[in-house]
């Protein structure tokens, strides 16, 4: 059984910043690619970033790219969002995620296969 634990969320002031960890368990994150979501109030869900499996190739949404960092540590099981730059709109509840790596690669926008419970992040103004 594949579990996602996330961690390091909190509060901080705009143009702080936050690390975001994802230990997983069950499943070696090397082997799946693995990715971030948030979810703010009143909002639909949104993706975040996401690394590739094997090679760890990464993709940020436009509203991340040159603020947030993703990375992974194979010896830990563990993959980052490093935040830098917080804005109040990056208020939201954020979720870890990974599916299965398979050749060929899958496309960014497929589904994922196993969740975490979610870490809350507050930014204030």
């Known amino acids: 059984q594949v579990q996602l634990v996330e961690s390091g969320g909190g509060l901080v002031q705009a143009g702080g910043s936050l690390r975001l960890s994802c230990a997983a368990s069950g499943r070696t994150v090397r082997t799946s690619d693995m990715a971030w979501f948030r979810h703010a109030p009143g909002k639909e869900p949104e993706f975040v970033a996401a690394?590739?499996?094997?090679?760890?190739?990464?993709t940020l949404s436009e509203s991340a790219k040159g603020r947030f960092t993703i990375s992974r540590d194979d010896a830990k099981n563990t993959v980052y969002l490093q935040m830098n730059t917080l804005k109040p709109e990056d208020t939201a509840v954020y979720y870890c995620?990974?599916?299965?790596?398979?050749?060929?690669?899958?496309?960014?926008?497929?589904?994922?296969?196993?969740w975490g419970q979610g870490t809350q992040v507050t930014v204030s103004s």
């Open positions: 995620a990974g599916r299965f790596g398979r050749m060929p690669p899958q496309p960014w926008g497929a589904p994922y296969d196993f």
């Open positions: 690394i590739a499996w094997g090679g760890g190739g990464t």
